[in-house]
Structures are given as structure tokens and as C-alpha cells.
């Protein structure tokens, strides 16, 4: 039998901590778009869009980068 990993795609409406949960190794992408944050309060309910617009970066972009690099990561597990 073929099992089938699913990943779990990141979303504007998640968290900077949501997103950790899932893959802590992302925090590389978040300080990349100047995101030092994650161990702040705010992250826990600020949204990745919320984030995007405090912080003046492109949202698509910052969700292509993360999810790309989730699917890096778990090719690595496999």
C-alpha cells in the first residue's frame, strides 16, 4: 500500500505561530521578510495577512515562499 502524505497548505488567514506548528523550520522565511516577531503576543492572533500589511511585504509572494518551502521540507522526510 501507497501512503500518501498530505501537506498541509499555509493560508493568509493562519497565524505566525499556526504556521511554526506546523513546520517550526519556516522561521527562516519569516525572519527573511523581516518578521522577528514569532515569540511576540501578536502572534498568536495577528494574521500572516494582517502581518503582510504591517509590515509592507507582498502576500503572495510571502505564501508562495512558505508554501514552497513546506513542500521542500516534507520531500526531506520522505
Avoid: Y
Avoid at 501537506?7 to 497565524?15: A, N, P, R
Avoid at 495577528?46 to 513546506?70: C, K, P, R, W, Y
Amino acid at each position: 500500500m501507497i501512503e500518501k502524505k498530505i501537506i498541509k497548505k499555509i493560508t493568509k488567514d493562519m497565524t505566525l505561530d499556526e504556521v511554526l506548528e506546523i513546520e517550526p523550520r519556516l522561521v527562516a522565511v519569516l525572519l527573511g521578510f523581516g518578521l522577528h516577531c514569532f515569540g511576540c503576543p501578536v502572534s498568536q492572533i495577528e494574521s500572516l495577512e494582517e502581518a503582510s500589511e504591517v509590515h509592507g511585504f507582498d502576500l503572495d509572494l510571502f505564501l508562495e515562499e512558505l508554501n514552497t518551502t513546506l513542500e521542500e521540507f516534507e520531500g526531506e522526510k520522505k
